[in-house]
């Protein structure tokens, strides 16, 4: 199986699987396990400063000797320190966030690192392409965490449509259905992180990952809107604290204030009413914690069945 798959060819992964880069939970431990059961584990580098992201680096590299990549997110204080950390370390992959990475391009190539940038629209995909993207991750807005505005099954298409290069899937893939539905789409791999979170490697606080075992379809919301930087969370005392603020017309600064550290809280603390506890809209279905391993088989294993229902549907 995906022996013709471009991304498995590019990368030289097993499976075409991201696992998606996400800040204080991608750690070594979640990213060298996706890596060890054939898929692409990510480092997320959130706000790390460089000296964190390099250790993080190296505790990974002792435990896979499998590709890796990191996730930087372009957001963060520390943006040029960890891409000059990714160069030294000779990462073989890396993928951005929250915004456009076009200017870090021209150095991550020369040294052939492979650069794939996750971007929320056609325009930003165009862009990164010309600028010599390797592929593209196209992000719905039903992702957790930072977001864009467009679902997974408008944006993927159009993506696929727009450039010459692989497009990974992302935004509301969690089982073999998604992934199915992602490469319908014209997606040749896809990227999970909710799905991850709820993984025995993964070092979120058990409230965290309780609440969202517990979550349904419709427990996250978007904050963050009038600040340009929506991020989807389940809706908490912070979250409604944040509404009560928006609507009252508190400044950026206050806004801004009440967010800082609120994803340490819910990921480390454990505070999951007062941090930001982010995730997907897919939460509802996820019911279970398994190992990464046990994740990555399971979805791999139930395409053939989704596609012959597919293809029974179609008789
Ligand atoms: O980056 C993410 N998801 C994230 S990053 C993150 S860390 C964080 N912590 C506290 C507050 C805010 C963030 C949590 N979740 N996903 C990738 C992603 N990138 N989604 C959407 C985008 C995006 C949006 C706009 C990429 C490019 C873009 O374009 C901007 C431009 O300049 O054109």
New binding site residues.
């Given amino acids: 199986m995906f022996e013709n798959n471009a991304i498995c060819k590019l990368l030289n992964i097993k499976y075409p699987i991201f696992q998606?880069?996400?800040?204080w939970i991608g750690t070594a431990e979640l990213a060298s396990a996706v890596s060890n059961a054939g898929g692409l584990g990510l480092i997320?580098a959130?706000?790390m400063p460089p000296d964190v992201l390099r250790a993080e680096i190296q505790k990974c590299k002792g435990w896979t000797d499998k590709p890796f990549g990191v996730?930087i997110?372009?957001?963060?204080p520390f943006v040029k320190e960890v891409m000059q950390v990714v160069i030294d370390e000779r990462v073989p992959v890396i993928?951005?966030?929250?915004?456009?990475p076009g200017e870090y391009m021209p150095a991550l190539k020369e040294i052939g690192t492979k650069v794939i940038?996750?971007?929320?629209?056609v325009?930003?995909a165009k862009?990164l392409v010309r600028a010599g993207a390797d592929a593209v991750?196209a992000?719905g807005t039903e992702?957790?965490?930072?977001?864009?505005e467009i679902t997974t099954m408008a944006l993927l298409p159009q993506v696929v449509d727009a450039v010459d290069v692989p497009v990974i899937g992302?935004g509301g893939i969690g089982d073999s259905r998604g992934m199915a539905a992602a490469f319908a789409l014209g997606a040749q791999a896809i990227q999970m992180?909710s799905r991850f979170v709820l993984s025995e490697e993964c070092i979120a606080h058990e409230n965290y990952k309780k609440l969202v075992l517990k979550a349904k379809d419709r427990s996250t919301v978007v904050t963050?809107k009038s600040l340009g930087?929506p991020?989807r969370i389940i809706a908490n005392k912070l979250s409604r604290k944040y509404e009560e603020m928006e609507a009252a017309g508190a400044s950026a600064e206050e806004l801004e204030k009440l967010?800082a550290g609120?994803?340490h809280r819910a990921t480390h603390e454990g505070d999951v009413e007062n941090g930001?506890v982010?995730i997907g809209e897919i939460s509802g279905m996820l019911n279970d914690i398994k190992p990464v391993k046990q994740i990555i088989e399971d979805i791999v294993g139930g395409l053939p069945t989704v596609i012959e229902s597919i293809q029974g549907n179609c008789k």
């Fill in positions: 998606g880069g996400m800040a997320g959130g706000h996730n997110m372009l957001m963060s993928t951005t966030g929250a915004g456009n940038p996750v971007v929320a629209s325009a930003l862009r991750i992000e992702s957790g965490g930072h977001i864009g992302a992180g963050g930087h991020a967010g609120s994803l930001s982010m």
